[in-house]
């Protein structure tokens, strides 16, 4: 059960990060 909330939380992670540089990219335009 553990091993599924640390997948969930990578990949919130890394959805997180996603949209970060994301924005970034908008705002460097």
Same mark, same amino acid.
């Given at each position: =059960? =553990?091993? &599924? %909330?640390?997948? +969930? /939380? =990578? %990949?919130?992670? !890394?959805?997180?990060? #996603? #949209? +970060? %540089?994301? !924005? &970034?990219? +908008? !705002? /460097? +335009?």
């Amino acid at each position: =059960s =553990s091993g &599924v %909330l640390r997948q +969930i /939380k =990578s %990949l919130l992670e !890394t959805e997180y990060m #996603a #949209a +970060i %540089l994301f !924005t &970034v990219d +908008i !705002t /460097k +335009i």
